[in-house]
């Protein structure tokens, strides 16, 4: 799959979310249409900061109160169905202008779990919610790619299967066109690397760690070099959960840090906290209810303020569908 880009603006952050100005970005395979989906700008729910219909700039109006826990997850439907078409969609991840995912679209008048492989698609925001997704690159490919991230460089990295063994790409470009998809090497060729999501300097992923007698399923990260080359894996420390970990996301200060543990076939979302953006985090907590009530959660998201968290869970009929978990504004009453 060839990945073209621009997003109009250089990424200030990884998830700098922000209001969405001027014409429709160009991606690939998507022209400047002149349908109105980037044309208005978007402005802050003044005096509602929680409303969800500018999306891209409710996590900056006000803020979230620091004590509060996440809400109950709410679907987003716009990403998770369109045209009367079922999505299939898992790592969706917010940037300046939009949204990237991962995505598999069932067939017309096929059941949902009829899939053709995991894509990346790109949705833009617009007034009212997102525009409808459309796919990054000019012809669809058969390896499966997910979870993609945009570090603060600029690169596009994302998962992806090397053979059969779970790797990274990434994607670089320069003035709007990007390069070939390039296997990014780093770290022990005989692990597994997946779910990368950058914060801050650095590269968070799950590892599978096969230099050992068994293979154990831990979080890692690696400093994010110019260009998206990657340092030297260094496993997360501190969390002290012993159960298959993967799908880790981080906060832009790297201070935060949500995850999901799986055991026995059940995936609890967690969290853990330091003071600096560098260490061991906390021992993990799970988070409180009314989170983790879904079925197969794993967090994909943290948006740029940390009041906002989106995942993607199991839905009817196999397949996976994108919500987000958001904090009260600070605006709003106890």
Not at 87 to 103: K, N
Not at 312 to 317: M, N
């Amino acid at each position: 799959m060839r990945v073209r880009i621009a997003l109009g603006a250089a990424v200030v952050g990884v998830l700098a979310v922000g209001a969405c100005t001027g014409d429709d970005p160009v991606l690939p395979g998507i022209a400047n249409d002149g349908d109105g989906g980037g044309d208005a700008p978007l402005t802050p729910d003044v005096g509602s900061p929680d409303a969800t219909a500018d999306v891209t700039t409710d996590s900056t109006a006000g803020g979230c109160r620091a004590d509060a826990e996440l809400g109950a997850p709410e679907p987003l439907p716009d990403i998770n169905a369109t045209g009367g078409k079922q999505f299939h969609v898992v790592g969706a991840r917010p940037i300046p202008t939009g949204i990237l995912f991962a995505s598999e679209a069932a067939a017309a008048g096929a059941n949902v779990e009829d899939f053709s492989g995991l894509d990346l698609y790109f949705a833009l925001a617009t007034q009212t919610g997102y525009a409808p997704p459309k796919k990054l690159g000019a012809s669809a490919t058969a390896v499966e790619d997910w979870a993609p991230t945009l570090t603060a460089g600029g690169t596009l990295l994302f998962g992806s299967l090397d053979g059969t063994r779970r790797a990274f790409y990434r994607s670089t470009y320069t003035g709007g066109a990007a390069d070939e998809r390039e296997l990014v090497t780093f770290g022990n060729s005989i692990n597994e690397y997946f779910t990368p999501y950058a914060a801050g300097s650095r590269l968070y992923f799950a590892m599978v760690d096969n230099s050992g007698l068994q293979p154990v399923q831990v979080l890692a990260s690696a400093a994010i070099a110019a260009g998206g080359v990657l340092d030297t894996p260094e496993r997360v420390t501190g969390i002290d959960v012993p159960d298959e970990l993967s799908a880790p996301v981080v906060t832009i200060d790297e201070k935060t840090l949500y995850f999901a543990a799986t055991k026995a076939g059940t995936t609890t979302i967690y969290r853990a906290t330091r003071p600096q953006p560098s260490g061991p985090f906390s021992k993990a907590t799970a988070l409180p209810a009314p989170m983790n009530a879904l079925t197969q959660q794993f967090p994909s998201a943290v948006s740029a303020d940390g009041c906002d968290l989106y995942l993607h869970a199991r839905v009817s009929g196999g397949r996976y569908a994108v919500y987000r978990a958001r904090k009260p504004r600070s605006l709003d009453a106890p």
